[in-house]
Nanobody, 118 residues
Framework: QVQLVESGGGLVQAGGSLRLSCARS????????MGWYRQAPGKQRELVAT???????NYADSVKGRFTISRDNAKNTVYLQMNGLKPEDTAVYLC????????????WGQGTQVTVSS
């Protein structure tokens, strides 16, 4: 069973920084993608950033140039460095891993709250 545990959220002033971590336990196989999504109250869940097992990254336009996703495959951990935080970044941030083709396996963490005050 794959489990994802996020940490690093908190309250920060606008312009500040936070670093989120997501530790994975359990076995996965093949090419995989780990990522961060976020969900603000009353809004749909949205992509923040993803990174493949080969290191290819993808970012939402709203965070490009401010957020950096990285992973340490030896530690089964993915990170999200968030700089220049804005109040609109306030949300629950959720870690995700997906792997396999048919079927595709998709797992989510419980989320960590990020609150940015103005």
């Amino acid at each position: 069973q794959v489990q994802l545990v996020e940490s690093g959220g908190g309250l920060v002033q606008a312009g500040g920084s936070l670093r989120l971590s997501c530790a994975r336990s359990g076995s996965i196989f093949g090419i995989n993608t780990m990522g961060w999504y976020r969900q603000a109250p009353g809004k749909q869940r949205e992509l923040v950033a993803t990174i493949t097992s080969g290191g290819n990254t993808n970012y939402a336009d709203s965070v490009k140039g401010r957020f950096t996703i990285s992973r340490d495959n030896a530690k089964n951990t993915v990170y999200l460095q968030m700089n220049g935080l804005k109040p609109e970044d306030t949300a629950v941030y959720l870690c995700n891993v997906r792997f396999g083709t048919i079927p595709e396996y998709n797992y989510w963490g419980q989320g960590t709250q990020v609150t940015v005050s103005s």
